[in-house]
């Protein structure tokens, strides 16, 4: 087994405590700015992308090779996706940060290139599938699902 699946589940762990950091850092900021700006737009994408979604990419690394009794297609494919998308993510973060539209697009960019490679690899790990049941075809909506 290889060390991607951790990757992925370390980084949303730090995602996590990154995010419940700032929060408290910024504690009087959200009393009286608005949401829809870039810092809530930092706090939003900090929680969502970088520690759920990151924690269930890793946990479908983890959980596709117990489910289908085989290993992923491309662990290549799934360190690239790891690099594409946690650049993007701090990237954005940053952008967020400084409120660059230039530089929060061109790493957006970078994350969607990410979790598209992450859909392709899955989807070229279940269509290599043995037998389709309800697990699998479950796995293959949940996968769906997150990209």
Do not use: K
């Amino acid at each position: 087994m290889s060390r991607l699946p951790f990757l992925f589940i370390i980084t949303g762990i730090f995602g996590f405590v990154m995010y419940h950091a700032f929060s408290l850092l910024s504690l009087t900021g959200w009393l009286g700015d608005e949401l829809r700006g870039p810092e809530g737009w930092f706090h939003a994408h900090l929680f969502v992308l970088g520690w759920a979604t990151m924690l269930a990419m890793g946990a479908v690394y983890q959980l596709i090779h117990v489910i289908l009794q085989s290993n992923i297609y491309s662990l290549v494919l799934g360190y690239c996706h790891y690099f594409l998308f946690s650049i993007g993510i701090m990237g954005m973060l940053y952008g967020f940060i400084r409120a660059d539209v230039i530089w929060i697009s061109s790493s957006a960019t970078l994350a969607l290139s990410g979790i598209l490679l992450f859909g392709w690899n899955m989807a070229v790990t279940l269509f290599r599938a043995s037998q389709w049941n309800p697990v699998t075809i479950s796995a293959a909506c949940s996968c769906l699902y997150l990209v």
